[in-house]
Structures are given as structure tokens and as C-alpha cells.
């Protein structure tokens, strides 16, 4: 062998030892290590170079990801996966039954894959993962990549939407509404339309961008606004239906709620704290909202209220509100440890109970992940009052330092009433079965009835209370777009309510 030919062998013999990847010690060693450079480094080596070793090894070094703060870049390189590498990353999402943090890992990774097993396993996690928040996430994830196949995933999982997977089905719902632009209700109605839709979908029908209907779950957008328009179109056109006299605003001098519905540009009417004795009511399509206020209602005032609830109306109330309005109206459900606060800024959490609750859609991340580094606080003001836990109250988001000083750590919750004067448990929406006019009388609906007509069906009233103040409102990281965000959420879900109904 010639000389040039022996240095051209050896420069690519040593290109090939440059350019290796790691041996599965190595990799071990690096993730272990929980040194945040050290795993970049790892990461950079493993880009596109993934075996199906190192990518379990990878999904096995969560504690290490997480002390090391490595998502984002374990997640893109995840992503670079093919052949069997690409294989045991799905395997993974199976692999990881006890562990929804890494599921959530994996969905990510697979999100961001061109190749059929991507769609496929996002499409079993949101049908079918025992981890409701897991599942809405998948769902997301699918309306974010927007193609056919995620569309007839979507479809799919509008068929179960009993107990747990109501949530998530809902989810489904509005990500398709998105996708498609449409406003429609149930697996048989999607099923119509994209027997129509579906030969044109990807030519005449564009898919959303990225970050647009699902995906993703973080507060970073500038307004609680941008964020429906980008993630929740369907909610955002439900909000722009509202007429000018579905929210009553009732004024109060620790508080002005009306401003915020103003600077998102939603449709109110304010009133005089004194006139929700007189002002005229409409439960079946009505939001109210009373500012936090230094004097008690009368007991006229709160027996209207209950009526109103009572009756299907939804009622929003912050801070003093408990009090002055709560205990009075609904002593069932609203019971006050009597502790006044001090002022306090404390960091907030979804019970896991509610986590996927549809009032705090897009308040908390998903994601545990993001979770963890966003760190969403609350402010308390001075002499605030914490409801009591019951049974009647779900809980929506709470602050466990709050316990050895108050005995309570709930700062926001809700609860319902029927129409029977009592407090509902359970479903958001409570449904009694249709009914369908026959000339006995009614009927319960069977199954391949008409629509027939609807009678006699029972509306649920709904009260959301806040320990805390718009006006603490400074900044998206903190209280500020989760009250925003709840606020929204409760309008949207009368309005959900009301056509359920």
C-alpha cells in the first residue's frame, strides 16, 4: 500500500474514533454524574447517533434530567432517534406504566418524529393512558401536529367520554375545533365531517402551525387572550358570542374585576353593589361577578344569590366575598376557618384530584417538567379567609404553607348547587337523560331516537371563589394569568353548561 493511502486509512480511522458514540458506560457514567455540562456534552454526542441502549439509558435518568435541568435539550435529542432507536423510544412510553413523568418524556420526544410510530403512540396515550393529564397532553400534542392521521386519533377518543375520560375527551373536542374551524359536538358528528373533510385535509384545509391548537402548556404567550386564540379557537369565539348583559359586574372598593374584562375586551355590564337586589336575572345564561368589598350582603341579597344559583346561574367572587356572600348563601359548602391572614406570596399547586378539571385548563402546565421550573406563587392579602375542606367543595389550586398557619391551603375552589337546593358532587356538567315528547307524555330518549325535544332537564349553578385580588396581577409567572385564566375558564364552562342543557 502506498504511503498517501496509509495517512488517508489512518485520518479515518481516527475521524471514526472522534466521531463514536458513547459506549453505554459512558453514557451511564455522564447521566449519573447529574452534572448539567457533563450531559450536554453527553447530549451533543448522542444527536442522531441514539441506539436503542442509549435511549433507555436516557429515559432512565429522570432524577438526572430533572436536578441537572436538561428537558428541553434530552427531548430534541430524543428526537434525532431512527431504526431501532426510534423503536425503543416508543417502547419506553410502555416501559414507563408506573412513571407519568417519563411517559410525558417520551410523548414529547415522539411529538417532534416524522415517522408513523410518532402519530401512532400519541394516539394510544390519548385514548387509552390510565393518567388523565398524560392523555390530554397526547392530545394536545396530536392537534399540534395537525395531520390525518392525529385528526382521526382525536375522533377516536370522543368515543369514551364517560367519568375521567370526559375531560379528555373534551380536550379532544376543542383541539379539533381548532384544527377544523368547526363547532361540533360528539364522535358521530366529527365522524360525518371528516368523511367530507378528509380528502382535502393537508391540500385545502392547511394544518395549524406549531404552538397553535394543543401543544405545549406554558403561560408564555402576552395575554390569557393570545393564549385561547393560539391553543382554544373554539373557546375563543364562545367568549366572542357572549352578549352585553351575560356578565354583571358588581363594584367594590378592594377590587376591580371589570377592568381586566375590559383590557381582554369581553363584553359587560357594571352595576351598583346595592342593586343585586333589584337588577334583573337571567340564571340560565348569566355570569356574576362580585368584586371583594368591605361590607357584608343583606340577607335578601344572599337569598337571591342562592336562588340564582340554584337555578343554573354561575357566580364568581374573590377574597372577602367568602364572608360577606359565601358563608351566608351557601353554609353547605362554604364554611371559614375564621383566621384572618397576614400578607403572604406563596407558590401554588393543582391538586391531583383536579388536575385536569376544565376550569384550570391552561392554568398549571401539564407537563410536570415545566411544571417544576415555572413555579407559579399566589398572592394572599392581609386579612384573608381560607374556606374550610368538604365535601362539597373541589379544590383548584392550594398552597401547602398555608396549613400550619391557617389550617387550610385551599386559595381557589368551586363548588355546585341543583336545583333541589343541594350541593352537586361529581361532573362539572350534571346531565339528566333527554327526553323525548310523545303523546303519553315523555319518555327516556333510546338509543336511534330523533333529537325530539329536550324536557326537564335540571341546570347546575356553579360558584368559583379566589383568595386573592386582580390588582396583584403583575406578571405571568405568578397569580396574574392563573386568575385570568380562571376567570376565562368559568365563563366558557356556562356557557358549555348552557348548551348542554
Not at 335578601?300 to 340564582?308: D, W
Request: hydrophobic share 40%; with cysteine.
Amino acid at each position: 500500500m502506498t504511503r498517501p493511502a496509509l495517512v488517508a486509512l489512518a485520518l479515518v480511522a481516527v475521524a471514526a474514533t472522534a466521531f463514536a458514540a458513547p459506549s453505554p458506560k459512558e453514557v451511564k457514567d455522564a447521566l449519573d454524574s447529574k452534572d448539567a455540562a457533563r450531559i450536554r456534552a453527553l447530549l451533543g454526542q448522542l444527536r442522531g447517533e441514539l441506539d436503542a441502549a442509549s435511549v433507555r439509558a436516557v429515559l432512565d435518568a429522570g432524577e438526572a434530567i430533572h436536578a441537572a435541568g436538561v428537558y428541553e435539550d434530552t427531548v430534541e435529542v430524543l428526537a434525532t432517534a431512527h431504526g431501532d432507536a426510534l423503536t425503543a423510544l416508543a417502547d419506553g412510553y410502555g416501559r414507563a406504566r408506573r412513571n407519568p413523568s417519563a411517559r410525558f418524556l417520551v410523548l414529547d420526544a415522539l411529538a417532534r418524529v416524522q415517522d408513523p410510530i410518532g402519530p401512532k403512540t400519541l394516539a394510544d396515550a390519548a385514548k387509552g393512558d390510565s393518567h388523565p393529564g398524560v392523555a390530554v397532553y397526547a392530545v394536545r400534542l396530536l392537534g399540534r401536529r395537525g395531520d390525518a392521521r392525529s385528526v382521526e386519533a382525536l375522533i377516536e377518543v370522543l368515543k369514551d367520554a364517560r367519568g375521567e375520560r370526559a375531560g379528555v375527551a373534551r380536550e379532544a373536542e376543542s383541539t379539533l375545533g381548532g384544527l377544523a374551524g368547526q363547532d361540533l359536538r360528539g364522535h358521530d358528528a366529527w365522524s360525518r365531517w371528516w368523511a367530507e373533510a378528509k380528502g382535502g385535509w393537508g391540500r385545502g384545509a392547511a394544518a395549524p402551525a406549531a404552538g397553535q391548537a394543543g401543544g405545549g402548556d406554558g403561560t408564555r404567550t402576552r395575554t390569557v387572550i393570545d393564549r385561547l386564540r393560539e391553543r382554544r379557537p373554539g373557546d375563543l369565539r364562545t367568549l366572542e358570542r357572549l352578549g352585553r348583559d351575560e356578565i354583571l359586574v358588581f363594584e367594590a372598593e378592594f377590587d376591580r374585576v371589570q377592568n381586566v374584562l375590559a383590557s381582554l375586551k369581553l363584553p359587560h355590564q357594571v352595576h351598583p353593589r346595592a342593586s343585586i337586589e333589584t337588577v334583573a336575572l337571567h340564571p340560565r345564561r348569566q355570569v356574576l361577578v362580585f368584586n371583594c368589598a368591605g361590607d357584608a350582603l343583606s340577607p335578601a341579597a344572599c337569598a337571591r344569590i342562592r336562588q340564582f344559583v340554584c337555578q343554573g346561574g354561575y357566580v364568581f367572587t374573590s377574597d372577602w366575598e367568602l364572608g360577606n356572600l359565601l358563608v351566608k348563601a351557601f353554609p353547605e359548602a362554604a364554611v371559614s376557618g375564621g383566621r384572618r391572614s397576614a400578607e403572604h406570596n406563596v407558590r401554588i399547586f393543582p391538586p391531583q384530584t383536579s388536575s385536569i378539571h376544565p376550569l384550570l385548563r391552561d392554568v398549571f402546565p401539564l407537563n410536570p417538567w415545566e411544571a417544576e421550573q415555572r413555579k407559579l406563587t399566589w398572592a394572599v392579602d392581609g386579612a384573608s379567609e381560607f374556606f374550610q375542606p368538604n365535601a362539597a367543595l373541589t379544590v383548584l389550586a392550594e398552597a401547602p404553607e398555608l396549613q400550619p398557619l391557617y389550617g387550610s391551603t385551599i386559595v381557589a375552589a368551586t363548588f355546585a348547587y341543583g336545583p333541589d337546593g343541594r350541593p352537586v358532587t361529581g361532573d362539572l356538567r350534571r346531565r339528566a337523560p333527554r327526553r323525548q315528547q310523545t303523546g303519553g307524555g315523555t319518555r327516556e330518549r333510546q338509543p336511534g331516537d330523533g333529537e325530539g325535544e329536550v324536557a326537564d332537564v335540571p341546570h347546575v349553578g356553579r360558584v368559583l371563589h379566589v383568595v386573592s385580588h386582580f390588582q396583584h396581577q403583575t406578571s405571568e409567572s405568578g397569580d396574574g394569568f392563573a386568575l385570568q385564566q380562571l376567570l376565562l375558564n368559568f365563563i366558557v364552562e356556562k356557557q358549555e353548561a348552557r348548551r348542554g342543557n
